[in-house]
């Protein structure tokens, strides 16, 4: 299983980002798909989870109206829009998928947000 996350950079508080993360290893379309974040200093923390039927569903509640996860199966992409970002959510985050008793976790890539 591999999960490659791009799209991060740097915005100023209001400004937009889209995150993909590209997954391999596993049949896609079968899996529900993760998005966290860490900030620094901070313990890891769930964003967002999508199904496999492609509903989201546990959007944390301080990026709800802000932040859509989506999916796209035929090209075993996952994406996180962000909109209306704000300096808190300045993180690294991650996609992740849980896979035959495992979790697995790409890279992360950074979101830098200024005020």
């Known amino acids: 299983v591999q999960l490659q996350a791009s799209g991060g950079g740097s915005v100023q508080a209001g400004g937009s980002l889209r995150l993909s993360c590209v997954a391999s290893g596993f049949i896609f379309r079968f899996n529900a798909m993760n998005w966290y974040r860490q900030a620094p200093g901070k313990e890891r923390e769930l964003v967002v989870t999508i199904t496999s039927a492609g509903s989201p569903i546990d959007y944390k509640d301080s990026v709800k109206g802000r932040f859509t996860i989506a999916r796209d199966n035929a090209k075993n992409t996952v994406y996180l829009q962000m909109n209306s970002l704000r300096p808190e959510d300045t993180a690294v985050y991650y996609c992740?998928?849980?896979?035959?008793?495992?979790?697995?976790w790409g890279p992360g890539t950074l979101v830098t947000v200024s005020s």
């Open positions: 992740n998928t849980p896979y035959r008793g495992l979790n697995y």
